[in-house]
């Protein structure tokens, strides 16, 4: 029989020792060197510019992150909003936006798309271009307020990028920073300090910058976010209302209106997702594994094209069962908003003959139009705030309702406001 043989036990914790030193010593030498190589690489190619607004040089340090940003060039379609919502052009009647109103693309086409519009929509001046390109905060910066006065042609004539890393990133740090202004003064009106924001928090505010609804200040055209009393649509028209603005008056109701705008980053705060602690980002750039890395895709898109990775990562329903809950969410909106699209042509139509009535009673036509303005807020605020109420199904259905309601009292107030002529 063969002998076993054993070491003694304080050969056996030296050798155990001895292994953990090696592996430690392999593992520390292996980070060395990929720490050394990555340091050279940096080295070689330099700091990326405080200032550098061509995101084409970010992909040099970033090329996946770049991959998936140029990945935005694939959203090439623009089809007008009046081919599934034909009431717009006579909602917007007086405005820019009923001569037309695309679909958005993805933001690589900012600048090309601004350059294509109808030239009526160029009335309000530079602010147009302030969610457009990565030049902007540079340009605010040398101008001042100034910046907000010129016209459409000379900011735009400066501009060559589109939106890109610097808009949301720090250079130096790769932190995700604050670019545009009107956001952190927003903020400030609301005794908020926007630069205590956690990280998560900022994974929203970034896309906040312009994702949201805003107006002109009347006399300095500078870009306002209209939340001093709150972010939610009557608390937004309170606020108009109190300063008794109005963007534009309609030629046929005559009623004095204000133009919501892609009113996202609002509607989703409180919504099921933004209650849990999820952010834009978690759905709308979700983590992706090229090759063997794991990235942060930066392409903006519907997170239905990647649903697995936006969805699939929290629910375990399977892609059909979530596609299906979003199109029936989605499709349920669409019929509502089409109702209110319908009845709010109606009372403008009824208000248009009411005013052509004579001896018609003032009062209740004033008041006829106030419902008319309240009811096209609520639609128009769902209307054209992107995801047909998904980012808040709860809160969308909400504000249809009570646009539908506003319609209807408009119609009545109109049609007894010509009664009271006879």
Known sequence: MPVKRYLPKKYSGVIILTAVVIITVLGAAAYQFFT???????ERLGKIDANEVDPAVWGQYYPLHYQTYLQNQENTEKPSHFETKPYMEVLYAGLGYANEFNEPRGHVYTLEDIRAIDPSRYKVGASCNTCKSTQIPGLIEKYGDEYYTMS??????????????????????????????????AFERQGKDISKATRQEMRS????????????????KKVTFPWDNGVKADQILEYYDQKDFSEWTHPEAGTGLVKPRHAEYEIFLGSTHESAGLACADCHMPYMKIGNTKVSSHYWTSPLKNIEQSCGV??????????SRVRDIQD?????????????????????LARQTEGVDKELLAKAQEMHR?????????MVTNGYGFHNPTESMNNL???IDYAHQAIQLAKDAMDKAN
């Open 205 to 220: 505010l970034v896309c906040a910058q312009c994702h949201v609804t805003y107006y002109f200040l009347p006399g300095t």
């Open 332 to 352: 349920k909106t669409k019929e509502l908003q089409d109702i209110a699209g319908e009845a709010m042509v109606k009372a403008v139509e009824q208000l248009g």
């Open 374 to 382: 309240k009811g096209q807020w609520y639609l128009d605020y769902v």
């Open 36 to 42: 050394n190589n990555q340091e050279l690489q940096v």
């Open 401 to 403: 309702g009570k646009a």
């Open 314 to 323: 929290c629910h375990r329903e399977g892609n059909a069962w979530l596609e």
């Open 152 to 185: 459409f042609e000379q900011i735009n004539s400066q501009l060559e990028h589109p939106i890109g890393c610097l808009d949301c990133h720090n250079p130096e740090t790769m932190e995700l920073r604050i670019s545009r202004p009107a956001l952190i003064e």
